[in-house]
């Protein structure tokens, strides 16, 4: 199991680009999905907002107009970045192999076999306890006080798979694929070097860290202490599914980031 997580996917880029519009399909109708499936997560938080007294916020945006609103954006958005991350980024050895696989109904195992795939959900999941055992240990030390309630864990159970998709798809398909690309791009290599991919990772691990900051103002005032929180956590799990996106492809990042997201907001209690 050990020497499985340091086995590549092996990547099939005649097959990726034979099967590039169904896996852009695929990938586009999962995302507008799943978008318009966290719209749910985000009334629950604005409601328990209005119940703490967050008199500037207002359930006011009637649910049909908050799901169109929300597939309008979803669908242009998904759009552009599946486009970066399967088209403009063809070159740079990144993408969504399995899927592909899927598609070409030759067997999935040819190309990732169960060790690797089940080593990369193990890795999240150490992970999220890692961060777990981190959080105990500060809310001892240096505890801050929430500003209101937490979703209850049922809805936490829908965001894992919801934010465990969107999120591969936005940050590691669309974000660091563009970024490992423009590297290739300017040093003029036919493909990317592992230093090139390491600078994709983790700039888009730090942009995901900065993206979380509204997630975490709805619970804990912004300070230095909750932004430098918020960003190292985000940088260990983004570098995590970077990694795992790079060497075993979309969807098994995809898995192993909802594997971490149940194991850290559903069984674990970070915040309570």
């Given at each position: 199991?050990?020497?499985?997580?340091?086995?590549?996917?092996?990547?099939?880029?005649?097959?990726?680009k034979?099967?590039?519009?169904?896996?852009?399909?695929s990938l586009l109708i999962?995302?507008v999905?799943?978008?318009?499936a966290n719209?749910?997560?985000?009334r629950?938080?604005?409601r328990?907002k209005?119940?703490?007294g967050?008199?500037g916020?207002?359930l006011?945006i009637?649910?049909?107009?908050h799901?169109?609103?929300t597939g309008?954006?979803?669908?242009?958005?998904?759009?552009v970045?599946?486009?970066?991350?399967l088209?403009?980024?063809?070159?740079?050895?990144?993408?969504?192999p399995?899927?592909?696989?899927?598609?070409s109904k030759?067997?999935?195992?040819?190309?990732?076999?169960?060790k690797?795939f089940?080593?990369?959900?193990?890795?999240?999941?150490?992970?999220?306890?890692?961060i777990?055992g981190l959080f105990?240990?500060?809310k001892?030390?240096?505890?801050?006080?929430?500003?209101?309630?937490?979703p209850s864990?049922l809805?936490?159970?829908?965001?894992s798979?919801?934010?465990?998709?969107?999120?591969?798809?936005?940050?590691r398909?669309?974000?660091?694929?563009?970024?490992?690309?423009?590297?290739?791009?300017l040093r003029?290599?036919?493909k990317?070097?592992n230093?090139?991919?390491?600078?994709?990772?983790?700039?888009?691990?730090?942009?995901?860290?900065?993206?979380h900051?509204?997630?975490t103002?709805?619970?804990?005032?912004?300070?230095?202490?909750?932004?430098g929180?918020?960003?190292?956590?985000?940088?260990?799990?983004g570098?995590?599914?970077?990694?795992?996106?790079?060497?075993?492809?979309?969807?098994?990042a995809?898995?192993?980031?909802?594997?971490?997201?149940?194991?850290?907001?559903?069984?674990?209690?970070?915040?309570?």
């Amino acid at each position: 199991m050990i020497k499985a997580f340091n086995i590549p996917i092996a990547q099939n880029n005649e097959e990726k680009k034979e099967y590039r519009w169904q896996v852009a399909v695929s990938l586009l109708i999962l995302f507008v999905s799943f978008s318009l499936a966290n719209v749910a997560f985000l009334r629950e938080v604005n409601r328990l907002k209005v119940e703490a007294g967050n008199i500037g916020n207002k359930l006011s945006i009637p649910l049909f107009d908050h799901l169109l609103s929300t597939g309008i954006y979803s669908l242009i958005l998904g759009a552009v970045i599946i486009f970066i991350g399967l088209w403009v980024s063809s070159r740079a050895n990144l993408g969504a192999p399995v899927l592909a696989r899927l598609f070409s109904k030759k067997p999935v195992n040819k190309l990732i076999n169960w060790k690797s795939f089940l080593s990369s959900i193990i890795l999240a999941v150490v992970v999220a306890v890692v961060i777990l055992g981190l959080f105990e240990l500060q809310k001892s030390l240096y505890p801050v006080a929430a500003l209101q309630e937490r979703p209850s864990k049922l809805y936490y159970i829908h965001v894992s798979f919801v934010a465990g998709t969107t999120e591969e798809i936005v940050f590691r398909i669309g974000l660091m694929s563009l970024l490992v690309t423009a590297f290739q791009f300017l040093r003029k290599l036919e493909k990317p070097t592992n230093t090139l991919v390491w600078m994709g990772i983790i700039l888009s691990s730090l942009v995901f860290g900065l993206v979380h900051f509204p997630i975490t103002s709805n619970f804990f005032e912004l300070t230095p202490f909750t932004i430098g929180v918020t960003m190292a956590g985000n940088l260990i799990t983004g570098t995590t599914f970077g990694w795992i996106f790079w060497k075993r492809g979309l969807l098994v990042a995809i898995a192993a980031h909802i594997a971490f997201d149940l194991t850290f907001h559903v069984i674990g209690s970070p915040f309570g």
